[in-house]
């Protein structure tokens, strides 16, 4: 079988960097042609490596490089603005960074390289042999910052931590497999995670914890006191972060990076009423604002107004940078009855539907409008906003 180990020789790697970019099934026959007496299984696993790190670069960035990788360990772990945040902000809010901190169940140990980076030396347990291996390896980045041992999280003590990280598995290892080979499906029932998140919760009666969960996790698995923080990177929605006390600083809060910075509110920011008709500038409120059910207090942060009904969009009369929220220029309005919009639309080419405001999904409202895109004509994006109770179209186009 081969070991993580195996992957990162000099030969391995020399060998991998020429997998690389080219079709697998004619790299991997060229290279075992090229070298016979390597391991044939060894040659295919590092072509392996060679695609993950492809699909690792957006979501890992200069890591993914380094890093022995897996399928499932890609899905599940965190995009490394992400995992540097949260490290930084655990520091801030337990006031130092010179303290040993547990992350159990740390997979390819992403999140603790994180943690590492923002200065806490990480105790970090992995339970699958293989993969407590790999992050072995992968703890190198760190120069000793990081420890990984093969243990069951549920078993091991943790003297000497003064804080831990969870990011419970969530998928069902032995359910089927989608069109691109990877786990499906995901355990609705947050006791069946690994950890469950029962222990989590017990576990913060013992110590402070920060926990990563799924975005939809219901309010009922969280306790009063603690904070839930709903994470968008790069405009997509990724992940709830629950705060146990006392790392609680709020209820509810909104948080979104992307490579124009990093911006945060919660349900303690001053919220605001202020109300209007859509204007020149529409902003899109980030998912994480709408899950969090905070846009009156992005409306105070901007210092702009809400669209009247809307729980999506804000409107200003001129842009606003800010990664809580997207902004698109009205160029006008469209009609809303379907055939009238489509007689509106005739010239362009393909149509981007934005529904989220509205109760009917995109694809539908594309089979009611019938739409035949012209292939010399522009392409379009229609944002369908509510105002006022009714659904009204409007032709955007997105502003830096």
Not at 44 to 62: D, F, N, T
Not at 128 to 145: F, K, Q, V
């Amino acid at each position: 079988m081969i070991r993580p180990a195996d992957l990162r020789s000099p030969e391995a790697i020399a060998l991998e960097a020429g997998l690389a970019g080219t079709d697998p099934l004619v790299a991997i026959t060229t290279a075992r042609r090229a070298h016979p007496k390597i391991d044939p299984d060894l040659i295919s696993a590092l072509a392996s490596q060679a695609r993950l790190r492809e699909r690792a670069r957006e979501r890992l960035g200069a890591w993914a490089q380094h890093l022995v990788l897996t399928d499932g360990g890609l899905q599940q772990a965190s995009r490394a603005p992400v995992a540097l945040y949260r490290g930084a902000e655990l520091a801030r809010r337990l006031g130092r960074s010179d303290v040993t901190i547990a992350d159990l169940g740390c997979g390819l140990g992403v999140d603790a390289l994180g943690l590492a980076s923002a200065g806490f030396d990480v105790r970090a347990v992995e339970s699958d042999p293989w993969t407590a291996e790999a992050a072995h390896i992968n703890a190198a980045i760190m120069a000793g910052r990081m420890t990984v041992e093969c243990a069951d999280a549920l078993t091991i003590e943790l003297g000497g931590c003064a804080a831990a990280f969870c990011d419970p598995a969530r998928r069902d290892e032995h359910g089927p497999s989608n069109r691109a080979g990877t786990r499906a499906r995901g355990y609705a029932d947050p006791s069946q995670w690994s950890p469950p998140w029962p222990w989590v919760r017990a576990l913060a009666d013992r110590l402070p914890v920060v926990a990563k969960a799924a975005p939809g996790l219901s309010r009922s698995h969280v306790p009063d006191d603690a904070e839930r923080e709903w994470i968008a990177c790069d405009g997509e929605l990724v992940e709830t972060c629950v705060w146990f006390a006392p790392l609680a600083a709020a209820t509810r809060r909104a948080t979104a990076i992307d490579p124009g910075g990093l911006s945060s509110i919660s349900d303690r920011d001053p919220p605001s009423d202020a109300l209007a008709a859509p204007r020149t500038v529409l902003d899109e409120a980030s998912a994480a604002v709408v899950r969090a059910r905070l846009l009156p207090a992005l409306t105070a942060r901007l210092g702009i107004a809400a669209v009247r009904g809307s729980s999506h969009w804000l409107t200003a009369d001129v842009p606003l940078s800010d990664p809580l929220a997207r902004c698109w220029h009205v160029e006008r309005e469209l009609p809303a009855e379907p055939v009238e919009l489509r007689a509106a639309l005739r010239g362009h080419g393909s149509v981007t539907w934005k529904t989220r405001d509205i109760d009917t999904g995109a694809d539908d409202i594309a089979r009611r409008v019938g739409h035949r895109r012209t292939r010399a004509g522009t392409a379009v994006t229609v944002a369908w906003v509510r105002v006022d109770g009714q659904p009204r179209a409007y032709e955007v186009t997105p502003m830096a």
